[in-house]
Every structure is written in C-alpha cells, then in structure tokens.
C-alpha cells in the first residue's frame, strides 16, 4: 500500500506520498482534516509531529530519541504536557509545563503548540486513524536508515543537506528528482526544501517492511494515544 510522510510548514503540512511502484507525489495541505481526507487508501502516515500528551511529566520517548541521536539530540524537543499544549499563551504555556512537566516550555515547543493540537484533536475526534497514522521523527529515521548512526552535520547547512540526501537515495533512488520537483513548484514561503526533506525521509521510513518504536513498549496518555516515535527496523526499505 501507499505510504505518506507529513512535516509541518508555513502553509500547514507538507506531504510525501510513494506507492506501491515507487512512485512519488509531493503535496501542501492547509490542515490536518484536509490531508487525511486526501489519504485514501495509503497503509502508513507517518507524521513529525508529537502524538500523545502527558499530563504530568515527560515522555519516554523523547528521552528515548535523544538517547540514540547523541549530537543530534537537540533536534527532539521537549513535549508540552497537555495542559501547556492547550494554553491560551506562551506565559501561561510555560507556567503550566512547570508546574506539570517540572521544566518550563521551549520558545520553538511553543511555536508548534498549534500544530500539535491540530493533530491531536483529530486523532481524538476518530481514534480509527491512529490506526493508520503514527509519529515518527526525521533525525531517527535517518539515524536507522544510516546503519544507527545519526547525522554528521545539522540539517540546515549544505554538508547536512548533502549527507541526508545520499541517505535518502540509498533507499529511494528517485529522492534528488522528488526534492528538484517541489523545489519548482513549493513555494519556499509555503514549505521550506527541509520540509520536504523531512516528508521524504518519514515516506522512506515508512516504506520498510518492519519498523520498531521508541520506546519498544509505548505508554498511553490519558486519551489512549500511543506516546512513541517510529523507525524502520532495517537499512533497506
């Protein structure tokens, strides 16, 4: 079946979608009902963005990811517990994280606070979809796609651009003919080339016949959401 990476952006959600044949669509969607309407038919959705809110300290699985990236580790930010994620206002965002988590709440958390609960009513409103739809995060998938090695260089520079490239080709030869289209037809002030790196990457991800989470055994928060990221298992996909 099809599979689908997602990635936030300016314009909403950017995402990859690869068939069955290898065959590739990149799309810019305005909301999170949009895109899975737009969903039909495809096995894996694989979203970089947070599912499942603690309501009182941290996740595993954020602990887990920044275990396995090393220096990439600060690519994984801190999850708001659902009461900051719901907050009217950065202040009172970082008043409740403390109060709730035990640390105050990033600026760049605070930043895709929306987005996060975009997302997390809708798995709310049809629980069915998570199912289909998971979290996952674009520095882990390319740490399993690299042989468990996490990146060499930040994504926003050209040696990190590069690296995350040749990674990518590896498992999905057409990556560098996705990345040129959406190049030409994305607006960068609607999605940024990284943006749909990261699509692409989760899409590769999602490809693998075998994935795994971290952590292994995911907790759930207090409306059943699965508090995990997913990786593929193996090199291939």
């Given at each position: ?170 498992h999905y030869p057409p990556a560098a003919e996705v990345l040129a289209d959406a190049a030409q ?53």
């Amino acid at each position: 079946m099809p599979v689908m990476g997602v990635d936030g952006c300016r314009a909403g959600w950017v995402a990859v979608t690869i068939d069955e044949d290898g065959g590739w669509a990149c799309a810019l969607h305005p909301s999170m009902v949009s895109l899975w309407s737009a969903a039909v038919g495809v096995g894996r959705v694989w979203v970089d963005m947070p599912i499942g809110l603690p309501e009182r300290g941290k996740r595993q699985a954020d602990f887990a990811a920044r275990q396995v990236l090393g220096k990439r580790r600060s690519s994984v930010f801190g999850v708001p517990s659902r009461a900051a994620a719901y907050a009217p206002d950065y202040a009172a965002a970082n008043r409740l994280n403390r109060e709730t988590a035990g640390v105050g709440l990033s600026v760049q958390a605070w930043n895709i606070t929306g987005k996060i609960c975009e997302l997390d009513s809708l798995l709310r409103f049809d629980p069915s979809i998570g199912q289909v739809m998971a979290e996952s995060h674009p520095e882990v998938v390319f740490w399993a796609l690299n042989g468990r090695q996490p990146m060499a260089h930040p994504k926003k520079t050209p040696d990190g651009n590069a690296e995350r490239l040749a990674v990518l080709a590896r498992h999905y030869p057409p990556a560098a003919e996705v990345l040129a289209d959406a190049a030409q037809h994305i607006p960068r002030k609607q999605a940024a080339l990284d943006d749909v790196v990261d699509a692409l990457c989760l899409a590769v991800g999602a490809r693998a016949g075998g994935v795994a989470s971290l952590p292994p055994t995911p907790p759930t928060d207090s409306f059943g959401l699965p508090m995990r990221v997913m990786y593929p298992l193996a090199g291939e996909s």
